[in-house]
């Protein structure tokens, strides 16, 4: 089965409303990636969060290795953070491949 | 900031023609890998290298080849296209293990 499971799969926002997007694994891990993917576009990392939390402007990724699960919170929200948010864990038994959660879609109406 | 570069960006073929997707990275990485994107399907590993010369088999290997001709140089082929190929493909590097940068993709019909 999916080792990575990304939830909720979809998140629909009113500008200024926090999100919280969840990523959960079946394996163990070195380190959990949170990515953003612009409509139709690249990916840009966001975190690379071993374990912990970490802040970025807006954004805070909490990662607890032991409950196997990672979040990527999201404060304010802006209508151009409206795009798909992607995990992806570096396994412990293979840290040359990731394996990647499916996404979760987030639009932010204005 | 990283660079990856890939082209074409845009790319329509028929079925049995070849197609060459280029990749190229300025940090000096040595980890660069071929993802495809489907919907549903999330980012799939095609192929990856951790230096020239070096090839290593993905997760859906099958009828793509590639090859690491530099270090900063990795390139996908088609040699029969197919499609089921049909996808939006990228190319990400990467120092060693860690950080993961990407090209802004390169997008394949195949007609």
């Known amino acids: 089965g999916q080792q990575v499971q990304q939830s909720p799969a979809s998140l629909v926002l009113q500008e200024g409303e926090n999100a919280e997007l969840q990523c959960n694994f079946s394996t163990s891990l070195n380190s959990m990636q949170w990515f953003y993917q612009r409509p139709g576009g690249s990916l840009v990392s966001l975190f690379y969060n071993p374990s912990g939390t970490k802040h970025s402007g807006r954004l805070t990724s909490t990662t607890v290795i032991k409950e196997r699960r990672s979040s990527l919170h999201i404060s304010s929200s802006q209508t151009t953070d409206s795009g798909t948010y992607l995990c992806a864990l570096e396994d412990v038994g293979d840290n040359s491949k990731l394996i990647w959660g499916l996404g979760t879609s987030l639009v932010v109406n204005p | 900031e990283a660079a990856v570069t890939q082209s074409p960006r845009n790319k329509v073929t028929v079925t049995g023609g070849n197609v060459t997707l280029s990749c190229r990275q300025t940090?000096?990485?040595?980890?660069m890998y071929w993802y495809r994107q489907d919907t549903g399907h999330g980012l799939r590993l095609i192929h990856y290298s951790y230096g020239a010369g070096n090839l290593q088999i993905g997760d859906v290997p099958d009828g793509y080849k590639a090859t690491r001709t530099t270090q900063e140089d990795f390139f996908l082929l088609l040699e029969l296209a197919s499609p089921s190929q049909t996808s939006l493909y990228f190319c990400?590097?990467?120092?060693?293990?860690?950080?993961?940068?990407f090209g802004e993709g390169s997008k394949l019909t195949v007609l």
């Open positions: 940090n000096s990485h040595n980890y």
């Open positions: 990400a590097s990467t120092p060693n293990t860690g950080q993961l940068y």
